[in-house]
């Protein structure tokens, strides 16, 4: 059951040189209870695309058009009132480097408590003491909980973010970069635990990162973005085994395994500047596949297996079916 | 032959308690370190966030003085010699830092970026070579760039800058700090390989640092794993990636993600503890899931247990 489809969603940022164009016409759906990678490296509008789920867009974003339909409903045209009532309780994030963000001055079953606060009509005494069990879901024991966030250590913070993300029973956990900056068995570790949520919870996860190995050893699904449009859609082993578009295939060919030592080719170019970009493929600098008819060439969806949607010219015509 | 020979290097870094309290304790940074590199290899140093891999490449190349310990560069012991004759060795030996958006001067053009180790140094060029340098780091063409700021490059092409300002004063030896950490993923593979092309070319050996072992792997002849201070392990890059002794070798081999849906089971327990308490014993001991008595007593030290393959572990005699 589809529990997030977004229509056509295209967002701008304003800025004194023009405008950036981080979100084009995004089209995409979620089933509930899946594991769902977007990755894309950065300007490639996966993180505007986590805080637009949310609403939480900065000042100077405008969403252009589009529809963001969670469980039924369009969050666009929610009052914001009734928005605040959906973040934390329908839809939560971890968000990047938030670890290093936590206030220095409340312990940290406090800082897990504070959403129960806000968000549900309860004593802060429930607050903490649901605050707890979460806190011992997320692997941090007892003597932690009234602990101050510089006595902890980098991977400790991070579950304590993520506990404050999953404290108000979310349906949706939007996790932005989760790893970036741990040490590689800490990520591990991290990686771990969110998958133990997500699979007793049931929760709904969207992972956005530029770690495409990371991701691919827990979703379900695999988005790829590339410079505010997405590339290609599929399950995570299809993209892996039978990638269609040529960006995610340069990614593929750009990743070193120590186990199975390759020569790794990247992709040539610089990733392109998303301020005024130029009509067409915005891959079309970079893309070794790249043919006259991508300067111009109209976004099209090109089913090329089952739930496997690539966006890309070489593909036209290709499709099993049409939809 | 050897072009960096360094021995039992030790860094301590005093740290004071508080403002209050004079009593002064060591941040043991670096506890025993010998590390060669082969003149024209590429080697790697392996270690998480306060292994003390930074501080070990800063020394090579003469910008942190040890505590301890002797550093031969071509056959020079760095660490005994007057001010003016390090200043000769350091033209020798160059070092790529991690962040490209803070390494470079935002008031220097990339022509004068790359110019100015030579300059100071009072070395005759010409425009030519430092196109022919800027070409060789793919800052094709070099009208392009010469004139421009920092800002108006990308990370990739800032590093770039930073290769070529290393290397055109032709240096025996390089140091990179983790120079792909920051760049994005499809920039890194061809930077990967731009290292490799020019340490062929130029017959440059390479010390890289990073947290990445499969950057590590790809890159590198030989491989160091730092643990806290102290390496655990090191040999021949395939060999050690195929065949890892050390546990904590073994749990990072373990935790590098690879392409594919699976479940890991991560047996190390923790994180790195702060080099101020460095446990007694093996300094691995209260992570390692083997541990055994004599780990929390006696330290371990490196031996040879394979063709130059050397691990520091009570497991292996």
């Known amino acids: 059951m589809t529990i997030i489809e ?56 405008t969403i252009k058009s589009g529809e963001i339909i969670v469980d039924g409903v369009d969050i666009l045209k929610l009052k914001e009132d009734e928005m605040v009532d959906l973040r934390g309780k329908k839809i939560s994030m971890v968000f990047q480097g938030a670890m290093n963000y936590l206030n220095p001055l409340i312990n940290i079953e406090e800082q897990v408590a504070e959403p ?4 549900e009509n309860i004593t802060k005494k429930e607050a903490i003491r649901i605050a707890r069990d979460k806190l011992a879901l997320v692997g941090l024991d007892e003597n932690v909980w009234r602990r101050y966030p510089h006595e902890l250590s980098g991977g400790m913070r991070q579950r304590v973010v993520i506990a404050m993300a999953i404290v108000t ?46 991701v691919s050893e827990i979703a379900d699904d695999i988005i790829v973005m590339y410079g505010g449009k997405i590339c290609e859609i599929g399950r995570n082993e299809e993209i892996l085994a039978n990638a269609k578009h040529p960006y995610t295939k340069g990614l593929l060919a750009s990743i070193p395994d120590p186990k199975t030592p390759k020569e790794i080719v990247g992709i040539p170019g610089e990733p392109i500047s998303l301020l005024n970009p130029p009509s067409g493929c915005r891959f079309y600098s970079r893309c070794p596949s790249a ?25 036209e015509g290709s499709e099993d079916e049409c939809c | 032959m050897n072009v960096v020979e360094a021995k039992e290097i030790r860094k301590y870094f005093p740290v004071k308690e508080s403002i209050f309290n004079r009593k002064v304790r060591v941040v043991k940074a670096l506890d025993g370190v010998d590390l060669n590199i082969e003149k024209g290899q590429i080697s790697s140093l392996v270690g998480e966030t306060g292994s003390g891999k930074t501080t070990l490449g800063r020394i090579l190349v ?77 800052l094709k063409p070099p009208e392009d760039f010469l004139n421009r700021y920092p800002h108006e490059l990308s990370g990739g092409q800032k590093q770039r800058v930073a290769i070529a300002r290393a290397l055109v004063m032709s240096p025996d030896f390089i140091v990179a700090d983790e120079p792909v950490s920051m760049l994005d993923v499809s920039i890194r593979a061809n930077f990967l390989n731009l290292i490799r092309r020019l340490n062929a070319e130029y017959n440059v050996s390479l010390l890289m640092i990073t947290h990445d072992v499969s950057i590590a792997s790809y890159i590198g002849k030989e491989i160091s794993i730092l643990y806290l201070g102290k390496i655990v392990e090191r040999g021949e890059t395939k060999e050690v990636i195929n065949n ?30 702060n080099p101020i308490n460095i446990p007694p014993g093996c300094r691995f001991n209260p992570r390692c899931p083997v541990a055994m008595e004599i780990c929390k007593e006696v330290e371990p030290v490196l031996k040879e247990v394979g063709k130059g393959h050397f691990v520091s572990c009570h497991l292996y005699k």
Do not use: W
């Not at chain 1, 129960?116 to 968000?119: A, T």
């Not at chain 2, 070798?249 to 790195?272: Q, S, V």
């Open chain 1, 6 to 61: 977004i229509k056509n969603l295209t967002v701008n940022y304003k800025t004194n040189k023009g405008y950036v164009s981080a979100l084009d016409n995004i089209s995409l759906e979620i089933e509930r209870g899946t594991v769902t990678g977007l990755v894309g490296e950065s300007g490639s509008g996966k993180t505007t695309l986590g805080l637009a789920l949310l609403r939480i867009l900065p000042p100077a974003a």
């Open chain 2, 244 to 273: 890892p002794l050390h546990p904590y070798t073994r749990a990072l081999m373990d935790a590098i993600p690879t392409l594919g849906k699976k479940e890991k089971e991560i047996e190390i327990k923790g994180e790195i503890p």
């Open chain 1, 169 to 214: 029973s979310p349906d949706i956990l939007i996790a932005d970069e989760p790893t970036t900056a741990l040490d590689v068995l800490t990520q591990a570790r991290i990686i771990k635990l969110i998958k133990s949520l997500q699979k007793e919870f049931n929760l709904t996860t969207i992972i956005i990162s530029h770690d495409l190995p990371m």
């Open chain 1, 291 to 315: 043919r006259e008819t991508c300067k111009t060439y109209e976004y099209e969806r090109y089913t090329v297996g089952d739930g496997h949607v690539v966006l890309c010219n070489l593909y």
């Open chain 1, 116 to 119: 129960l606060i806000i968000h």
């Open chain 2, 62 to 138: 003469g910008l942190v003085e040890p505590t301890a310990g002797s550093i031969k560069i071509e056959g020079v012991d760095i660490t005994s010699i007057s001010r003016k004759q390090l200043k000769e060795i350091r033209k020798r030996t160059q070092i790529i830092f991690q962040d490209p958006f803070s390494s470079l001067n935002p008031r220097m053009k990339v022509k004068d970026t790359i110019e100015e180790p030579l300059k100071l140094n009072h070395i005759d060029f010409d425009q030519e070579k430092i196109f022919r340098i800027m070409q060789a780091v793919d």
